[in-house]
Nanobody, 115 residues
C-alpha cells in the first residue's frame, strides 16, 4: 500500500508564492507519474500539473508560466512551486501517484489566496 504525505499549504496574498511537497512511502514500486490535482468549492477537480518518471511534465493552461512541478532524485517526492498566485488558485490541492504498486491520493492541503 502506498501512502502520500502533503505539506506546504497556507494563506498567501495575491502575487505571492507557495511550495507544496508530496512524499510517497510504503510499497511504492516503480512510479509512473506524480501529479497535483485541485478542487475549489463548487467546482470539479482540475489536473494542475504532472510529472512522469522520465520527467515529462504537463501543466494546465491556467497555471502555465506560474507553477513548476519537480521531483527529487529518488523520485518519491514531488514539489509544486506556485508563483504569482491568484485568488482563482484558491482550492484544496491533492497529490496523486500511480505506480506498479498501485495508486494513491493524499488527504489534500488547503491553499488560500486572499488579500
Amino acid at each position: 500500500q502506498v501512502q502520500l504525505m502533503e505539506s506546504g499549504g497556507g494563506t498567501v496574498q495575491p502575487g505571492g508564492s507557495l511550495t507544496l511537497s508530496c512524499t510517497a512511502s510504503g510499497s511504492i514500486g516503480s512510479i509512473y507519474y506524480m501529479a497535483w490535482v485541485r478542487q475549489a468549492p463548487g467546482k470539479q477537480r482540475e489536473l494542475v500539473a504532472s510529472i512522469t518518471s522520465a520527467d515529462i511534465v504537463y501543466y494546465a493552461d491556467s497555471v502555465k508560466g506560474r507553477f513548476t512541478i519537480s521531483r527529487e532524485n529518488a523520485g518519491n517526492t514531488a514539489y509544486l512551486q506556485m508563483n504569482s498566485l491568484k485568488p482563482d488558485d484558491t482550492a484544496v490541492y491533492y497529490c496523486n501517484l500511480q505506480s506498479n504498486g498501485g495508486g494513491a491520493w493524499g488527504e489534500g492541503t488547503q491553499v488560500t489566496v486572499s488579500s
